[in-house]
C-alpha cells in the first residue's frame, strides 16, 4: 500500500528556496514518484515526476533518496504564484493513483 | 490547444435528479479517469477508463456510472443524485497510466452541489 505522509503545511518567504518533503517508505521499485500542485479553485497541475535520479525542470527541481524512501521538491526561488497544495503521489495497490491531503504551501511577501 | 473540457462548471441538483458532467480531451489520450474532491481533502478515483470500451471502478464508485464510446469523451453520470454527492469533479487524461512516466491533464472542474 503506497502511501505518501507530507507535513500538512509550510511556509516560505518570496524569492527564497522551497524543500517540499514527502516520506515513502513502503513504495516498490518500479513505481515512479510524482509531484503535482493545485492552486486555489483550479485542477491539479503536473509539476514533475522521478524514478531514481535527480530531477530538474523550468518548474522545480525533485531530489530522490538513495534508498527512494523519502523525496523533497524544490522550488528555488518562491513566487507568490507557488502558493497552492503540493501533491506527492505513488501508486496504490489496484494501480490507483493516492493524492492524499497534500502540503499547503503559503508564501509570505 | 483546449486540452481537458469539462462542462458544465457548476450545477445545483435536487436529491433524486440525474445528471451527466460532461468531459472531453483532444490529445488522443487513451487513459481519462473521474475524480472527486470533497473541501479540505485530496482528489479521490471514482472510475476510469484505458480506452474505448473499457471501464472500471476506483476508490469511491458508489452512485456513477460511466462508459467510453469514443477516446475523446468520458461522461460521468449520477443516477439519482444524493447531497453526499456534493462535491467538486475533476476529469484526467494521459497518454499511458498515470502511475507512469507520462503526466495527467486535468480539466478546471465541475462544481456540483446536491440539495
Excluded at chain 1, 524514478?51 to 524544490?74: C, F, G
Excluded at chain 1, 497552492?84 to 495497490?93: F, G, S
Excluded at chain 2, 456513477?64 to 477516446?71: A, D, G, L, P
Amino acid at each position: 500500500d503506497a502511501k505518501t505522509t507530507q507535513p500538512n503545511s509550510m511556509e516560505s518567504n518570496e524569492e527564497e528556496p522551497v524543500h517540499l518533503p514527502c516520506n515513502h517508505s513502503t513504495i516498490s521499485g518500479t513505481d515512479y514518484i510524482h509531484w503535482y500542485r493545485q492552486l486555489p479553485s483550479q485542477g491539479p497541475e503536473y509539476v514533475i515526476h522521478g524514478l531514481t535520479s535527480n530531477v530538474n525542470n523550468r518548474m522545480a527541481s525533485l531530489a530522490i533518496a538513495e534508498d527512494r524512501k523519502s523525496s523533497t521538491l524544490i522550488l528555488h526561488r518562491a513566487t507568490l504564484r507557488d502558493a497552492a497544495v503540493y501533491y506527492c503521489i505513488l501508486r496504490d495497490t489496484g494501480n490507483q493513483f493516492y493524492f492524499g491531503t497534500g502540503t499547503s504551501l503559503t508564501v509570505i511577501p | 490547444n483546449a486540452g481537458v473540457t469539462q462542462t458544465p462548471k457548476f450545477q445545483v441538483l435536487k436529491t433524486g435528479q440525474s445528471m451527466t458532467l460532461q468531459c472531453a480531451q483532444d490529445m488522443n489520450h487513451e487513459y481519462m479517469s473521474w475524480y472527486r474532491q470533497d473541501p479540505g481533502m485530496g482528489l479521490r478515483l471514482i472510475h476510469y477508463s484505458v480506452g474505448a470500451g473499457i471501464t472500471d471502478q476506483g476508490e469511491v464508485p458508489n452512485g456513477y456510472n460511466v462508459s467510453r464510446s469514443t477516446t475523446e469523451d468520458f461522461p460521468l453520470r449520477l443516477l439519482s443524485a444524493a447531497p453526499s454527492q456534493t462535491s467538486v469533479y475533476f476529469c484526467a487524461s494521459s497518454r499511458l497510466p498515470p502511475y507512469s512516466n507520462q503526466p495527467q491533464h486535468f480539466g478546471d472542474g465541475t462544481r456540483l452541489s446536491i440539495l
